[in-house]
C-alpha cells in the first residue's frame, strides 16, 4: 500500500463519526470499569489500565499516519523548510 493510499485511509477513518465514536465508547467503559473496581483487585486495575494506554496509542498511530501525510504534501510544496 503507498504511503498517499494509507494516508487517505487513515484520514478517511479518523474522520467516521463512528470510529470516533467506538474509541470514545470503548475508552469511557475501561475507564469506568477501572474507576469502579476494588482497590485491592491490583491486577485487573493494572490489566485495565493498559488497555486504557493502549487505546490512545492505537488512536494516535491512525492519527499519526493522516499527519504524517499531510506533513508529506507540505514538504512536496516547501522542499527549503
Same mark, same amino acid.
Given at each position: 500500500?503507498? !504511503? *498517499?493510499?494509507? !494516508?487517505?485511509? #487513515? +484520514?478517511?477513518? $479518523?474522520?467516521? +463519526?463512528?470510529f /470516533? @465514536?467506538?474509541?470514545?465508547?470503548l475508552r *469511557?467503559?475501561?475507564? =469506568? !470499569?477501572? @474507576? %469502579? =473496581? /476494588? %482497590?485491592?483487585? $491490583? *491486577?485487573?486495575?493494572?490489566?485495565?489500565?493498559?488497555s486504557v494506554?493502549? $487505546?490512545?496509542?492505537?488512536? #494516535? %498511530?491512525? !492519527?499519526?499516519? #493522516? *499527519?504524517?501525510?499531510?506533513?508529506?504534501?507540505? $514538504?512536496?510544496? %516547501?522542499?527549503?523548510?
Open positions: 500500500m503507498t !504511503e *498517499e493510499l494509507r !494516508e487517505t485511509h #487513515a +484520514k478517511r477513518l $479518523i474522520q467516521d +463519526k463512528l /470516533q @465514536e467506538s474509541w470514545e465508547v *469511557e467503559q475501561l475507564m =469506568s !470499569e477501572w @474507576e %469502579h =473496581s /476494588q %482497590h485491592l483487585d $491490583i *491486577e485487573r486495575r493494572e490489566s485495565l489500565w493498559l494506554k493502549l $487505546i490512545d496509542r492505537i488512536r #494516535a %498511530h491512525f !492519527e499519526s499516519i #493522516a *499527519e504524517t501525510g499531510k506533513m508529506s504534501d507540505y $514538504i512536496k510544496t %516547501h522542499p527549503y523548510i
